[in-house]
Structures are given as structure tokens and as C-alpha cells.
């Protein structure tokens, strides 16, 4: 089974900190994402890699940057923390090679972030 | 932009009966996704649909997609409590992107 690893389940910190958030995969996904989830809103897609040291951007990649050094790992950085950063954020990662169009997406459990 | 819609919004059925969530989509996806969610949990994969026409089927849980129609439906036969949960679609659109729809939140009555 597709195992996606998010370091904390539950975190607070405060405004203006910068914050890193932690996701690992260990099925040597190529593709990884970060979403946030919120109530009335769905998921919305904030950044997304396909590759070590490459990155795109989402729908709401504001406020947000990643880091891919390694494939298995893909980390979401909020430069400076606001308020209305507040949300689940979760991890996902997809495998693209060979019989990969009927792979879905591989979620994590989810980090919820509060920002004080 | 893809836009992905869901309704109902909220759904809350009694035990042993039938009903569909149904999942619009603004343009043409080449996939269609459906997944469920617990309540403080991570979304759980149900489907990969690929084509006009596809039907899958997991126990009580049937999804199909009418590409030309762009709609997908998730059908639930005879529901059970265990079936108690959001339910998801989301679609992409010609990259890695998935957009998804807000949920529709099934609750289940004994």
C-alpha cells in the first residue's frame, strides 16, 4: 500500500512565524502535491511537483512556497504564517509511470494548522 | 478553468435506500475521480473513471461518467451506516491538476 507521511497532525504557531510542513511518500512517486481543505471550499490545489527540484503552481499558491530536494519528499513553506492560513492542509502523491492513468491520488492523513 | 460542481450539498438518507450524488464539470476532464472522507481522516480513493461510458462498482457504491453530458454520477444501492461520509469528485484537465467539487456530506439513518 502507498504510504504519504505528514510530519504533525495538529500544529499552532504564530503570526508571522515561518512554518514548514512535511510530507513523505514511499513508493517512489514522481508526482507530489500539496492541498489545503476548507469548509464550504473543497480542496484547493497550492502547489504541485512532477520532479525533484521542480515545482508549479496551483490555484492559491500565494503566501506559499515548496521544496523538492529529495523525490520522496515534498515541503510546504509559509514564509510568514497569517490568520486566514488557518486549515488542513494535505499531502498527496501520484505514481506516473507505466499503467498510470488509472492511479489516483494518494492523500496523507492532513495537518491542521492554526495561526494565532 | 475547470469547474467541478456537486449536489447535493448535504444528504441524509435512511438505511436500505437508493440514491445518486451527482458531480458536473465545466470543460473536458480526462479523468474523473471520486473519494471519500471520514470525518478527521484523509480521502480514500473509490474510482478512476476514463472514458464516456465507464461504470465501477465497489460493494454498494457504483460510479459512471457521461463525458458528453459532463456528469459523473455515484450511485449508493441499499445504504448501510458504514457508508456514512463526504464523498468527493474532482476532475483534471489535460495536466496533473485535479479540481474538485465541495463535498457532498452523506449521513446515513439507522
Known amino acids: 500500500d502507498v504510504k504519504v507521511t505528514q510530519s504533525s497532525r495538529y500544529l499552532v504557531k504564530r503570526t508571522g512565524e515561518k512554518v514548514f510542513l512535511e510530507c513523505v511518500q514511499d513508493m517512489d512517486h514522481e508526482n507530489m502535491f500539496w492541498y489545503r481543505q476548507d469548509p464550504g471550499l473543497g480542496l484547493r490545489l497550492i502547489y504541485f511537483?512532477?520532479?525533484?527540484?521542480?515545482?508549479e503552481k496551483g490555484d492559491i499558491p500565494e503566501g506559499y512556497s515548496v521544496s523538492r530536494e529529495k523525490k520522496e519528499r515534498f515541503s510546504l513553506i509559509l514564509e510568514s504564517a497569517s490568520t486566514n492560513q488557518t486549515s488542513m492542509y494535505l499531502c498527496?502523491?501520484?505514481?506516473?509511470?507505466?499503467?498510470?492513468?488509472?492511479?489516483?491520488?494518494?492523500f496523507g492523513d492532513g495537518t491542521r494548522l492554526s495561526i494565532l | 478553468e475547470l469547474k467541478v460542481e456537486q449536489n447535493p450539498l448535504f444528504l441524509s438518507m435512511q438505511e436500505g435506500k437508493n440514491y445518486t450524488i451527482y458531480c458536473n464539470y465545466s470543460?473536458?476532464?480526462?479523468?474523473l475521480y471520486w473519494y471519500r472522507q471520514d470525518p478527521g481522516k484523509s480521502l480514500e480513493s473509490l474510482f478512476v473513471?476514463?472514458?464516456?461510458?465507464a461504470v465501477k462498482q465497489e460493494g454498494r457504491l457504483m460510479a459512471s461518467l457521461d463525458t458528453k453530458a459532463r456528469l459523473s454520477t455515484l450511485h449508493i444501492t441499499a445504504a448501510v451506516h458504514d457508508l456514512s461520509a463526504t464523498y468527493f469528485c474532482a476532475g483534471n484537465f489535460g495536466n496533473e491538476k485535479l479540481t474538485f467539487g465541495t463535498g457532498t456530506r452523506l449521513t446515513i439513518i439507522p
Open positions: 470543460t473536458t476532464s480526462d479523468r
Open positions: 498527496a502523491s501520484r505514481w506516473t509511470g507505466p499503467g498510470y492513468s488509472n492511479q489516483p491520488q494518494h
Open positions: 511537483s512532477y520532479d525533484v527540484k521542480m515545482k
Open positions: 473513471l476514463l472514458s464516456n461510458g
